[in-house]
């Protein structure tokens, strides 16, 4: 089912029952897993999207991201030492001017996915995870949950019952600043979501599922002897 984006101009409360409260444990106990045990082979990363806001449904996935590069062989070996071990990875580039990212797949009660850069992101990249909600290890340990914006363009704020939410669509740009939400990065979701939205998704410019024997930086180097838009790409990183 498409997510709609919505227009609603009050704010409603959402009151989290008590399924879904257990339903947020235990996801964020899986989640916190795999935080610690990057942390202990010594990357930082964070949780991002419904996950930290705490607004999540039964088809939620975890979602994990190291914001910076890395070598991919020395991630796979720590989180081997922490019993981690993806069953796929592939890299992935929504679209030309998106940055390449690789994607580690792990199998738990839910989808789990490590997501890193295989080139240097973006200001407004880097500003994405924050505009939905994103938490650390120590943010997810203290039980926070923190504001985001949601794929329908609702504003979610964490309230000790649940959340209240809010469409940004309409804000003031005044308002918008007083929220700390950009207005560039609200203009480029509200093109995506709304499409997507009236649409459905669409594809992705790069997708390469990744032979383990070959590595990532191996195959990325390959597929831009081929692509000159990819080869731009790491060129500029």
Not at 1 to 26: C, G
Not at 120 to 141: A, C, D, P, T
């Amino acid at each position: 089912m498409k997510e709609q984006v919505k227009f609603l101009p009050e704010s409603t409360q959402v009151t989290y029952s008590e399924t879904h409260w257990s339903l947020l444990q235990r996801l964020r106990n899986i989640a916190n897993k795999y935080l610690v045990a990057l942390k202990e082979g010594g990357y930082n990363s964070f949780i991002y999207g419904s996950l930290a806001r705490g607004d999540i449904s039964p088809k939620s996935d975890i979602d994990v991201l190291i914001p910076t590069t890395l070598s991919s062989g020395l991630l796979l070996l720590k989180l081997e030492w922490s019993n981690l071990e993806p069953y796929l990875i592939e890299i992935v580039q929504a679209t030309p001017n998106h940055a390449i990212k690789a994607h580690l797949h792990f199998r738990e009660e839910v989808p789990v996915c490590i997501s890193f850069p295989c080139v240097s992101f973006s200001e407004r990249e880097r500003e994405f995870y924050s505009f939905g909600g994103k938490i650390n290890l120590k943010q997810l340990e203290a039980n926070e949950r923190v504001m985001g914006v949601d794929k329908r363009l609702m504003l979610i704020q964490p309230t000790k019952e649940g959340h209240l939410e809010k469409a940004i669509l309409g804000l003031s740009p005044g308002k918008l600043k007083e929220l700390e939400l950009s207005e560039v990065i609200i203009e480029e979701r509200k093109r995506v979501l709304t499409r997507r939205s009236e649409v459905g998704r669409t594809g992705v410019y790069l997708r390469k599922v990744i032979d383990p024997e070959v590595g990532i930086e191996k195959t990325l180097n390959k597929l831009a002897v081929r692509d000159p838009i990819l080869r731009k790409k790491i060129a500029r990183s």
